[in-house]
């Protein structure tokens, strides 16, 4: 393995790590810009839409760029927008430095994953992407609990000062460590979406965006869920998330092996149902039990929430691999990107992977927004009640989806 493709992860991490730890956040934030925390959620929005804009936009517009500088360039970026964050005297130059972030957030995922590849050579592409994809799995598991133990002793300003001094040290190793002359390539729209024309690809993406949704609706906001609903401290929230990651660790790892073993369809339905159960579950126990039970509970079901939530994504991503294998990696960039749709409701080499990542952080927006106007018209508690609404959708269209392909099947058989 190419030890430059670990930078190029420390960079992904860096850039994830501040659109997950928004959710731990926010009460502070409203708290010191004197807002409400639905509207604080529109920092996410206003962040995971600019990422969405940047990571395509900015991708065609640098072309065959050298790779280097643009990764230098967009990291150091996302540092000046960290330090305006931390640095910000108002709520408006706060939704600023969401902007600079989120632009220069997407156009070094896009380009990073690109980069790994020619780094690793086209024998060594899957494993490249996952090393650097893995920088997100680990923002999850680390540096959202991570940064909001730096907020509970620091303030929200010392965790966006510590990731813009993170940022400052992987943009040095990366102008010292990569090669020069590494440029892009280009691909039409036509080219990236096409494969969404393929047979069963386009249920299969509205299953994982209705997944996602509901998941991310109840996490976008798990601050308020937490300290409001279930009545823990702002203290709790590293431990909460970090659970959480420990959990979506171990779903990651594990749901490869029991997609081969039981198949992709039986693990994807298995999470959709233990997704609606999570929901319910955390919705009736902050409404019928005591403060303290109810805490109890929340810290409970964090790690079983990350398993049933990061099980997901594999499993489903064989599963649409299989209705159009010979376009897998274009196939596999559209999962990614209704993943993170749903995110936002509740995320071809080159353009392709700026389309995965535009979608990635699409889906945080819309997520954040909905979910913050659950949250301005009903109590914490209720958000699980809405979110349990998708995991029934998502078993719908699922159903849909394999009764369609069986009889795809049956017609080609019969000819």
Known sequence: ???????????????????????????SIAADTHTTIPRAGHLITLFALSYAIGAPLLSALAGAADRRRLLVAAMLTFVVGNCIAATSVSF?????????MGMASGLF??????????????????????????????????????????????????????????????????????????????????ERFGAIGRPGVASSLSVTFLYLTGGFMIISYLAPLAIDGAGLSQLALPGLLLAFGVGAVIGNLSSGYLADRLGATRVVTASLISALVVSLMIA????????????????????????????????????????????????????????????????????????NASAIYLGIATGTAIGGRVLENTAAADLGFFAALFPVASLAVLYAGLRSHRRRLATVAAE
């Open 1 to 27: 393995m190419d030890k430059r493709l670990i930078w190029l992860a420390v960079g992904s991490f860096t850039m994830s790590t501040v659109g997950f730890v928004f959710s731990s956040l926010l009460p």
């Open 284 to 355: 009736t126990g902050l409404h019928l039990l005591t403060r303290d039970l109810a805490g109890l509970l929340l810290i409970g079901i964090m790690v079983p929430w990350g398993i049933v939530g990061w099980a997901f994504p594999p499993a489903q991503a064989s599963r649409i691999v299989g209705f159009a294998p010979e376009v897998a990696h274009l196939t596999l960039s559209l999962n990614a990107s209704a993943i993170y749709l749903g995110i936002a409701t509740g995320t071809a080499i080159g353009l392709t992977l700026s389309l």
């Open 109 to 190: 995922a896009a380009t990073a994953q690109a980069t790994a590849i020619s780094l690793a050579g086209a024998e060594h592409r899957a494993l490249a992407i996952s090393i650097v994809v893995g920088g997100t799995t680990f923002a999850v598991a680390l540096g959202a609990p991570l940064g909001a133990l730096i907020a509970a002793f620091w303030g929200w300003r010392g965790t966006f000062g510590a990731i813009a001094l993170l940022g400052l040290s992987c943009a040095a190793v990366l102008w010292l460590r990569l090669p020069r002359g590494l440029s892009g390539t280009k691909l039409t729209m036509s």
């Open 92 to 100: 408006a130059t706060l939704l600023f430095a969401q902007i600079v």
